[in-house]
């Protein structure tokens, strides 16, 4: 899902999903969706995609080692915050997310 509003592409959902916002998945009924799908708001998608990442969202993944250092690095950070990523986000104090790799 995800994937097709990062490239623009219409998307229609069936059930919940963190994404599905009327500003990026379609409501129209099925019959006029495929036949004349509504593309979603770039714009506004990229600016909730920015929110999840600085909120909630880690990079990395579970099946590389090189992914699961790159996710754990920001866990541990998220974890030993002294605030809550929402909470700073709100109040303006949210530090930016570093993209730290070690170099050996």
Known sequence: GQQALWRGLPLR???????AKP????????????AR????????YR????Y??????????FYSGRARRQLLRQVVDMMLAPD????????GTAAPRQRLRAVT
């Open 13 to 19: 959902t069936f059930g919940r999903a963190v994404y």
């Open 23 to 34: 500003d990026f998945v379609s409501t129209q009924p099925l019959a006029e969706f495929f």
């Open 37 to 44: 799908p509504a593309r979603p708001d770039t714009a506004a």
């Open 47 to 50: 600016d909730f995609r920015a």
């Open 52 to 61: 999840l990442l600085e909120t909630s969202q880690v990079a990395g993944g």
């Open 84 to 91: 809550d990523a929402y909470d700073a986000l709100a109040r």
